[in-house]
């Protein structure tokens, strides 16, 4: 068991490299969204300083690699232990750069310490294949051995677990890591640095180096020829900007890229439950995620009875400052995402769309706050269907016949998560088959879970993180040929 360190000690704003703490060419500020507070000052890492990650990175591989799984294991499982042990200091660091209330902060903490007590056990499960023979006095054998080093590019909508689904089955490999973690919300990350030093991760396993220079970060991470691998979460366009940059040294890449998830209610649903269900996925984070349900499709003879029930729950959600219990939703990340919510609000509306529950911003709470907004008489040319919302809208939108809600759920280029909602088990195995997506949802709006294969199909990504396919992603496969037996 590790001893406790304050929120204070978990505060840290310097670049992690080699397992030293140190500073970058310059500083940058990370703004609390609710107040507009400063929550901190962060050391802006320069190319030298990514270059010299890479270097430090690559050298700890060299022993790393070579450690038994059962001691890259217990590793992964004292961070477990730790993480665990400070979850609500944590909670608190998220809430105050990212904003999402503190208990979905802490909920955040657990689901990314899952991350890390999972690939702690899977480190042990790394197995290889003995082939049928071909020729006599000759054997065939496969090994799976780690990748190398590893870069991970990760977004300020989930500041933990998305680096723990990328750091943990990676050490569990044994291959070794230079985190970029997002200039918005680079402080979860850094208190996962301190958290991983204090429980003796060997100095250069992990790298941290903030900086808000994104494309000298990833155009020095990819023109090195350390870097084996690189798994990204954020948009589609910088995941297409990233391959370009991968084909350069052929760097394998994992990309979780953007969604435009479906939420599918069929005439057979039980609408009490599809309600509940869409609610859990579509106000986390204040719609801020890449699965939250974007289109909400609702069979024609239950439309308005699943509007009515939809409204009445909207109507309850709270919206403040996260640190305060009470509040459901937080604020959004920053202007540009209230401006872009504001603006598909708008256009739909202007296109023909009905404003059921207003929402948007209130003069009383802070800049970046946004009351849900609930619109019904969508239609697929409408921008709100073709953009991931990231913003605590429901849009509405009426179809007829069951080819029907699947031709729509299936018409665009995305495919992260889809859900839907029926009970007739015929339906229910004709939609799941036909739906064009990596995750989908059966009458259940929290899909995520480590077990749980996480990635999309399309546009929305290579790979599949978390469950126990996440470590094939750091490890490469061998074929031995071996003669003279
Ligand atoms: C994401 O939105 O990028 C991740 C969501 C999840 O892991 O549930």
Redesign the pocket.
Known sequence: MTSKLSRKDLLADALYIDGKWQQGKNTFTVTNPSTGDTVATVANASEQQVEAAIDAAHRAFQSWRHCTSEERSKKLRAWFDAIMLHQDELAEIMTLEQGKPVDEAAGEVA?GASFVEWFAEEAKRIRGDILPTIKNQQENRVIKQPIGVVGCIT?W??PN??IT?KVAPALAAGCTVVVKPPSLTPLSALALGVLAEHVGIPAGVINIVPTDDAKMFSETLCANPKVRKLSF?GSTKVGQTLMKLCSENVIKMSL?LG?NAPFVVFDDADLDLAVEQLMASKF??AG?????ANRVLVQDSVHDAFVGKLSHAVKKLKVGDGMNKDHDLGPLINQEAVDKAHRLVKDAIEKGATCELKGGQDEHLGDLFYLPVLLTNVSAEMEISQTEIFAPVVAVQKFVSEDEGIELANSTPFGLAAYFCASSPQRIHRVSYALEAGLVGINAGA??HYMNP?GGVKQSGIGREGSHYGIDEYLEIKTLVQGGL
């Open positions: 689901y977004p909508n989930f677990a998305m689904r979460t979780e969604g986390r984070n801020q995620t890449c699965i939250s899909i995520s996480f």
